[in-house]
């Protein structure tokens, strides 16, 4: 016997934990180009990072660049037109420091549309996209109450000439989605975020939270940021900077 | 006895049976010049393979696309084959650019079917112009490009 029990289940668990290392790493090269007969897993976890600092007094470039992706348009009825995201003052009272944010679905870990939805309608994709199945919604509207960040819309009327990646009808209650479309199709950013770069703010920051090596899951490393609302522990997939 | 209920019997029968031709007849006319019921127009735009038999499709469309739509909502899983966008891009009427309307490839047999379609209430009916131009399609079988 040259080599003792110990030494031999020590050596087999570091030859076990070297070789699942390495096709994990793989496992995440290949989730990143996700073919089209893949379902969406756990492995990753989308959100974005928004640095209020960066993001522009009377700029709506990311509003424009979501409503036009997903071709929502404006009935001049401001208290009933849809909504995905929205730009957000805030204000100290005190110092009269004035900063902006866009606002939009939070894609929570625990989102409370989806706990008190009574048909099943509001639902969390494995990935973390939080989302309505305008199949079965019944346009009940609890979401809308459920919601901390007032994320989601009702649509009140017909509609016409939809995207085909966005399909939209009247009596259901929608909300972002973080272009999932696009997430699907590989583009690996958002509307808003994409728009927000080609301007120069550089503002939002689209990425997966699961994956070390990503900027945004870098940047939440090491850079202070927060949840809107962070009492409510809802673990936010969309987290702020600079508030 | 007996003979009244022969006599029943053999009246029975002979209603019966005339019921029977007169439904054939009528089933004969249908055919010829005298329609009654307006047929549904099916335009087929581009001719060639549908992705599945026109027996099955005809029968079991809505079955299809229907598990496709859970595969698509819930799991991101956007193949082409069965998915509605894909319908509408290849059925779309040449003019109209729609499978609505009256002769339009779902609404014409829909109507005559007398079922309603819900999908459009939220989905497009139109083709999607970018994919019309160029009829090749070889995405990977990606629909939303
Ligand atoms: S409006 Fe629709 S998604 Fe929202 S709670 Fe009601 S059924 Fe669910």
Redesign the interface.
Known sequence: MSISRRKFMQAGAAAVTGAAIAPGIRLVELAQA???????STAKRWGLLIDSAKCAEGCSYCVDACHTEHGITSNNRPETDAQWIRKVTAKDPETGYTHFLPVMCQHCEEPPCVDVCPTGAS?K???GIV?V???ICIGCRYCMMACPYKARSFIHE????????V????G?VESCTLC??K???GDNNTACAEACTELGNDAILFGDLNDLKTEISRRRRTEPSRQLRSDLNLNTGVRYQGL | MMTRFLILFVLLFGFTSTGISVAANAGNTDKSDTIRTPLPIIKITKPGQCVDDTDEMRRNHMNKILHQ?D?T????????QYSL?NC?NCHADENTNSVLGKEGFCESCHTYAAVKIDCF????D?R?VKTSVSNKDDN???P??
């Open positions: 996700r073919s089209p007969e893949e379902a969406a639902f994709r494995a990935d989302l199945d305008k199949h017909d509609i016409t000439d939809q995207k085909s990646h399909p939209r009808g009247k259901t999932v479309h997430i699907d199709r | 739509r595969l909502v819930y799991d991101g899983i956007r193949t082409k966008k509408v209430s939220c989905h497009t139109k999607d990977k079988g990606n939303h490009q």
